[in-house]
């Protein structure tokens, strides 16, 4: 049975290859999609979700360039919706495993509705956690900040954590895991009310606004007197090189990312010159992504669970409403304009 | 009993923050020593050796610079005479563990004859290899090789492997460790004499003269058509950079040691500007010291003795003659111009 549905879609019009992503290279297109048809067009699984919530997350920059420099999944295609992961509500199904009302997740297309193999989607458990919950506190920037600092950053109690970045998605929650394994952890952000935030919000010990700062070098010895032990790394370049001058024996360093870099082509990229000193201080540094660690989501999850239900994590969500903010939200991690992890809400209003 | 023997001995007068070391900075001094007072004067467990060989390596470059900027040894004190991995024959001995006319090796002062806590020699086995052996096949080069590569590397059948300064010291024995274990190994070297080395002495299965290469990046990418999965840094710098180009998914990244660097305060070195690839293809880079494996000493000399007795291990020593020649064997080094491990023997004429 036909079910048209006027639906609005985000679409990479031009690739941005270096500088700021604009609505030269971004946007909206309307279309018309029939909902009734899902599962009868020879994609038996598939099935039609209604978006509620589209995270808005850095790495997505790396996906709107030409060519996959740095990062391993392949570029947006042009003149195509781009994809996000994302919360919605099943509307039609065509997939024994999803009924009608079904709140889902996954990685799809950043649009209002959208038709989904069934085979990409998760039923949620909103009695553990709110349905944006699962782009952030259990979603892909939790299982990062959980696999890159429990797995790769090995922590051991005492530790000197550093998490720059630290107000963002992935960020205050390495800070809280570092408080419930036991360590001291110091972050940087990029204002005065952020630094708030991890102090008094997330329990950090300490936090700097490293737009005050200006010799890193100089600010991470005063906030690390015995060294840093385990750096989880979001930036990149120069405070990567400023790290590794303040570097222990035997750190580690996990690499989640370098959003200072991102808006620029490789070569153009800042260059650190002291990597010998993770000769000299036998350190480990080691870069990933949370779709390694999928085969762990069971562990991670119940972890996670475990500690939200005890009351010791807390998350921040920076929430916008309409496709139309997606530009703005995308670029405010890039400016350090959100406070929190960018959401956007599409659902019928709150 | 007092027994004076005239002594020569290396000393540091000036520290070389920069640049090639020269006479300007290690300067021959001559001494008397008194070997018959071992034992006597305080310290009950010293010996007096005769110094047979001594090992020039790269690392010790760090140590004759002011600041520890980037290896963690102390640097070497002015005019205190240097330090380095040494094979002697015992003359006298106050330490019942140690016979005149025994063979021993150590880290100790670099000169014709030195009184040693017995503390920090060890007998070496002649039966197994000859003295020198114990400078590079069996000593600290070859702990160096194996540890990184076997532990750090983490090596499986099969795994395309890239070794740099690939015919020092390290180096060879990296490439003979990887045929050992089933990989592919490609070398590169700073001459073709070397590079011939490399494929018909060491077993290598390709090799190329960086310097006759313009573009590394395309150099690795013809070597390498199905990428690296192993990078056994000896030099740091542009080569790394151009490794990161070509690298896999999973990678391994054993720094060594960063020859490139050395002669550069750190400021001056070479930035590499594209570790966002260590995020986007999951590699860890890390740093490694042999000093880190003593403790699995006994595992590493059985798994080598095992392949040396099976013939499967090969050594080129570059040997020079004297104390004199000390200058010479440490800067050909740098330039390339050793054709081996370099090694300086002080003993009778052989």
New interface residues.
Partial sequence: MEQIISNRELILVAYANEGPVTDAHLKIRETQLDVGSVGKDGSPGDVAVQNLWISVDPYLR?LMKQS?????MPSFQLNQVIRSASVGKVVASANPAFEVGDIVSGFYQVSEYAIVPGGGLRKIDTSVAKPSDYLGLLGMPALTAWSGFTIVGEPNPGDEVFVSAAAGSVGMLVGQLAKIKGCRVVGSAGSDQKVKLLKEEFGFDDAFNYKSETDWDAALARYFPRGIDIYFDNV?GRM?EAVLNNIN?KARIP????IS??NQE????????????????????????CV?YLHRMGEFLEEMTGYIKEGKLKYKEDVKEGLESFLEAFNSMFSGDNLGKPVIYLGPPQ
């Fill in positions: 790396q996959d420099d740095g990062l391993y990149g990567l024996m690499l989640c990312g370098m870099q991102y490789w070569k153009q990229r800042f260059g650190v010159r002291n990597l010998l000193n993770l000769v000299g201080k036998c350190v480990k540094m080691e870069g990933f992504m390694q």
